[in-house]
C-alpha cells in the first residue's frame, strides 16, 4: 500500500475542512521513557479525564490490564480519542517493551503521525532505535518530546547529539528548557521568540508568557538561527524571504516546520516533564500545528485482489467506496471481539455488511464503537479518517482488508516477525483441556507475533513468542482472564535450519491402484543459500510445455511445507532459493497433490546433500550498569558466548552493547542483579539469526536422534 497527496485531487470543500481538523497519532519510545504519563496528561489536559492518572499508582487509564497496573508496563496499545484547539485527537499509547513491538509495528501502520518520547536522562535506548525504524519504514511524519527534564542527570542537548548519532536524523529544537533537574521553570519558544513560565506548581495548567531571561539570550539566539536555517534548507518561499531580510511571522515559521515534518526532512523538537505537568499543552500544541491529518496524508493505492497490477485508490471522501484496515483485534470479556480499524475512504454505519477481501466474505458491523482505553462509547456513523472498533464480526484477523463489495481492493497486509522462545504448555486437569485450546485460539487471533503449534514428536503443545515476558504475560492471561490452569514447561530457544552450499534434488511420487486412478509427479529442483533474512525464494526455470503450467503453484507449496520441516531436527528451514528445473508429468494419473509431494521429496533431497546447519537467535544486548561492576559484566557476557561491540560513558555509569546467543540468556536478569546489587539494568532484543557452534550443532543432532549419544564410561 502506498500514498500519495491530494493535490490533484478534487475533494469537497466541506470534507476537506472536515478531515484537515483530525490527527491520528501513536505515542512511542524506549520502556520507561514516560509515554503513558505523557497520554495521561494529554487526556487530563484535553478534558477527557477529570483525574490524573498514574503509572506507578497503577491507576494509569490508558495501562487498563491487570497485568499491566502490576507490572508499571504498557502490554498493549491501548486507543483513545480526545479533542485540542477544535480538532480531534485519535491516540495510540504503544508497549515500550521489545516483547511487545508487533503492538508498535501494527499501530504504526495506520497512523498518520507520531510522538517520540526520549528520556532526557537515557537519551536514544535500544527500543527507541528499534521504533524508530518501523516508524521509517513506514514513512511515519513525528515530533520528539524530551521528557523528564526534572530528574537529576538530565541533559537536553545530549539527547539531541544522541539522535543525530544514533537514528540518523535531523533533529530541530522548536523549544529550549529554562532551568534543568529541579530548577526546572519552563521552556523557551523558540518559534514565538518568548518564555513559558508555569506558575502552577502541581498541575502545571497555568503557565505565563514572558520575555527570554538574559542569561538564556545567547543560547536562545543561536538555536532559533538554527531552526530558521534548516527551514530554509528545503523551502524555497522560505529560504527566499529569510535571505531577503524580510521579517518572518511566527505562523509562516509554523507553516515551513510542519512542512518539513510532514516530509522527513525533519524532526521537531519539544521538551517538558510529563510527570510533573510541564510541557504537555505545548506538545499538543505541536501536534496540531506539525503533524499530519488525513488529507496530508492523502490518497491510499491498494490493488484489486486478483490482479496485483490492477491499482485501486482510495480517497480520504466520506463518498467514496468504502475500504479500511484491520489493525489489531482485542477479546472484551463483556462485549466478545472487538476489530480495532483505520478507515480510508467512504464511511461504514451500524448494521451495514462490507466485504472481508482476504476471507473472501462478508461480514457484518453490529456495533460501532469510538474506544477510550477498554472503556467505549456507541457511534452509528464513522467516515475516512476514523479509527473505531467493530463488535461482532467472526472471520477477521489483524491485517485484514475490509471494502464495499462493488469496489474489491486489497491494502497491503502487515508483517509479523518470527517468535524466537517456545514452552511447553498443558492443562492441569482433563476439564481444562478443551477450556486451554479455546483460550490460545482466542490468544493467537489477538496477538500475531505469538503462535501455538503441536509438536509431532511429542504431542504436546508449545506457546511461541518474542521473549520470556511476553509468555509469561500470555500464562498470566491465561488463568486469570480464561480461568485455566496449566503446567508450563522450561523455555525452549526457536532454532531454524539452513543449507550452506548448492545442490540438487529428485523427487518422483508415483501410485498405482487397481481400479483408481493413479497418481503421478515428478520433479528436479536445484537449492542455494541466500543472504541472511531473505526467507524462501522460488525460480521456475522449467523448460516451456515439460509440466503444465497448473501445476507451478502445488510444486511451490510443496517445497514451501517441506521448509516448514526442515531436514535435520524438524526445526523451520530458512534463507533458501529452490530453482524448478525439470521434470515430468503424465497426462492421465498426474494431480496436484503428486507434485505437492513430489517437491517436497526433491527439496529433502537436495538439501541433505547442501551441507545443512543449524541456526540460533542472536540479541542485541545492551546493559548499563555502574563503572565498578563492569569488569564482572563483560566477563559474565564473554562467558556466554557474547560478543562486546562497544562501550559507552553515560553519565557516572557504563553502556555496554554486545551481541548474545538467546540460549544463554534465560535468568539473566536474577543473575545481573545479584552480581550488582541491583544496580545494573539491561535490555535486549532479536537481531538476527547466526549458524550455532559445532558443540551446539553435535548436542542438537543427538537430540533428534541424528548422531549416536556420547557413550557411558562403565566402571568394572
Same mark, same amino acid.
Given at each position: 500500500m502506498s500514498k500519495k497527496n491530494l493535490t490533484e485531487s478534487k475533494l469537497d470543500p466541506k470534507v476537506i475542512q472536515a478531515l484537515s481538523k483530525i490527527r491520528n497519532i501513536g505515542i512511542m519510545a524506549h520502556i520507561?521513557?514516560?509515554?503513558?504519563?505523557?497520554?495521561?496528561?494529554?487526556?487530563?489536559?484535553?478534558?477527557?479525564?477529570?483525574?490524573?492518572?498514574?503509572?506507578?499508582?497503577?491507576?494509569?487509564?490508558?495501562?487498563?490490564?491487570?497485568?499491566?497496573?502490576?507490572?508499571?508496563?504498557?502490554?498493549?496499545?491501548?486507543?483513545?480519542?480526545?479533542?485540542?484547539?477544535e480538532k480531534t485527537i485519535n491516540i495510540i499509547d504503544t508497549p515500550g517493551h521489545v516483547d511487545f513491538t508487533i503492538e508498535v509495528e501494527r499501530s504504526l501502520r495506520v497512523l498518520d503521525g507520531a510522538i517520540v518520547v526520549f528520556c532526557a536522562v537515557g537519551g536514544v535506548e535500544p527500543q527507541t532505535e528499534t521504533v524508530w525504524r518501523q516508524a521509517d519504514k513506514y514513512h511515519v511524519p513525528r515530533i520528539a518530546f524530551i521528557n523528564k527534564l526534572d530528574r537529576i542527570g538530565a541533559d537536553f542537548y545530549a539527547v539531541i547529539d544522541q539522535m543525530k548519532e544514533r537514528l540518523g536524523c535531523k533533529p530541530v529544537p522548536v523549544q529550549l528548557p529554562w532551568g534543568t533537574e529541579d530548577q526546572l521553570q519552563g521552556v523557551i519558544d523558540l518559534v514565538e521568540n518568548k518564555a513559558l513560565k508555569w506558575t502552577s506548581p502541581d498541575l502545571g495548567a497555568k503557565y505565563t508568557i514572558e520575555e527570554i531571561p538574559a542569561e538564556l539570550k545567547e543560547d536562545a539566539e543561536l538555536y532559533r538561527q538554527n531552526l530558521l536555517d534548516s527551514l530554509a534548507d528545503f523551502d524555497e518561499p522560505f529560504m527566499e524571504k529569510y535571505l531577503g531580510g524580510e521579517t518572518l511571522s511566527a505562523e509562516e515559521i509554523r507553516a515551513s516546520i510542519r512542512k518539513g515534518a510532514l516530509e522527513l526532512k525533519i524532526i521537531p523538537v519539544l521538551c517538558g516533564a510529563s510527570f510533573k505537568n510541564k510541557g504537555v499543552q505545548t506538545l499538543l500544541d505541536g501536534v496540531v500545528d506539525y503533524l499530519p491529518s488525513p488529507i496530508d496524508v492523502g490518497e491510499v493505492i491498494g490493488h484489486h485482489p486478483t490482479d496485483e497490477s490492477k491499482e485501486v485508490i482510495c480517497r480520504p471522501d466520506p463518498s467514496e467506496p468504502f475500504a479500511a484496515l484491520a489493525f489489531k483485534i482485542m477479546t472484551d470479556p463483556f462485549v466478545g471481539q472487538l476489530t480495532y480499524i483505520r478507515i480510508y475512504s467512504g464511511k461504514l454505519e451500524s448494521g451495514q455488511t462490507f466485504?472481508?477481501?482476504?476471507?473472501?466474505?462478508?461480514?457484518?458491523?453490529? !456495533?460501532?464503537?469510538?474506544?477510550?482505553?477498554?472503556?467505549?462509547?456507541?457511534?452509528?456513523?464513522?467516515?475516512?479518517?476514523?479509527?473505531?472498533?467493530?463488535?461482532?464480526?467472526?472471520?477477521?484477523?489483524?491485517?485484514?482488508?475490509?471494502?464495499?463489495?462493488? !469496489?474489491?481492493?486489497?491494502?497491503?497486509?502487515?508483517?509479523?516477525?518470527?517468535?524466537?522462545?517456545?514452552?511447553?504448555?498443558?492443562?492441569?486437569?482433563?476439564?481444562?483441556?478443551?477450556?486451554?485450546?479455546?483460550?490460545?485460539?482466542?490468544?493467537?487471533?489477538?496477538?500475531?507475533?505469538? !503462535?501455538?503449534?503441536?509438536?509431532?514428536?511429542?504431542?504436546?503443545?508449545?506457546?511461541?513468542?518474542?521473549?520470556e515476558l511476553h509468555l509469561e504475560i500470555i500464562v498470566d492471561r491465561l488463568k486469570r482472564e480464561f480461568k485455566v490452569d496449566a503446567n508450563v514447561g522450561t523455555p525452549q530457544v526457536s532454532y531454524r535450519e539452513t543449507i550452506t552450499s548448492a545442490a540438487s534434488g529428485e523427487g518422483k511420487f508415483v501410485r498405482q491402484a487397481v481400479g483408481t486412478k493413479g497418481q503421478y509427479g515428478h520433479c528436479i529442483v536445484s537449492i542455494k543459500p541466500t543472504e541472511r533474512g531473505k526467507g524462501f525464494v522460488f525460480v521456475n526455470r522449467l523448460p516451456e510445455g515439460l509440466i503444465p503450467k497448473n501445476f507451478y503453484p502445488a510444486i511451490e507449496q510443496g517445497a514451501r511445507e517441506a521448509m516448514s520441516g526442515g531436514v535435520l531436527a524438524g526445526y523451520p528451514a530458512m534463507d533458501i532459493e529452490l530453482t524448478l528445473t525439470g521434470g515430468s508429468f503424465s497426462e492421465t494419473d498426474s494431480s496436484e497433490m503428486a507434485y505437492k509431494v513430489a517437491a517436497a521429496m526433491a527439496f529433502k533431497d537436495a538439501a541433505l546433500k547442501a551441507n545443512p546447519t543449524i541456526l540460533e537467535p542472536l540479541m542485541a544486548c545492551e546493559v548499563v550498569c555502574p563503572q565498578d561492576y563492569m569488569g564482572a559484566v563483560i566477563g559474565d557476557l564473554n562467558a556466554r558466548g557474547g560478543k562486546i561491540h562497544g562501550m559507552n560513558a553515560r553519565l557516572n555509569l557504563q553502556v555496554i552493547s554486545a551481541e548474545v546467543p538467546l540460549v544463554k540468556m534465560f535468568g539473566y536478569s536474577t543473575v545481573l542483579r545479584s552480581s550488582s546489587q541491583g544496580r545494573a539494568t539491561f535490555s535486549m532484543q532479536f537481531s538476527h539469526y547466526s549458524p550455532v557452534t559445532a558443540e551446539v550443532l553435535q548436542e542438537i543432532k543427538q537430540r533428534a536422534g541424528i548422531l549416536p549419544q556420547k557413550p557411558v564410561e562403565t566402571l568394572i
Open positions: 520507561d521513557a514516560g509515554k503513558t504519563t505523557t497520554t495521561e496528561r494529554i487526556l487530563f489536559y484535553t478534558g477527557k479525564t477529570h483525574k490524573l492518572g498514574e503509572v506507578h499508582e497503577g491507576t494509569a487509564t490508558m495501562d487498563w490490564m491487570p497485568q499491566e497496573q502490576e507490572r508499571g508496563i504498557t502490554i498493549t496499545a491501548a486507543a483513545t480519542t480526545c479533542f485540542w484547539k466485504w472481508n477481501t482476504n476471507k473472501g466474505k462478508r461480514e457484518r458491523a453490529n !456495533r460501532l464503537l469510538r474506544m477510550h482505553a477498554n472503556k467505549s462509547e456507541e457511534v452509528n456513523e464513522v467516515t475516512a479518517g476514523d479509527i473505531v472498533a467493530i463488535m461482532g464480526l467472526k472471520l477477521a484477523t489483524t491485517g485484514d482488508t475490509f471494502c464495499s463489495e462493488g !469496489r474489491q481492493v486489497l491494502l497491503e497486509k502487515i508483517e509479523f516477525p518470527e517468535p524466537v522462545i517456545s514452552i511447553a504448555i498443558e492443562p492441569k486437569t482433563k476439564g481444562d483441556q478443551e477450556k486451554l485450546g479455546q483460550a490460545l485460539q482466542r490468544l493467537a487471533v489477538e496477538d500475531p507475533s505469538f !503462535r501455538v503449534t503441536q509438536s509431532d514428536d511429542t504431542a504436546q503443545t508449545l506457546i511461541s513468542g518474542m521473549g
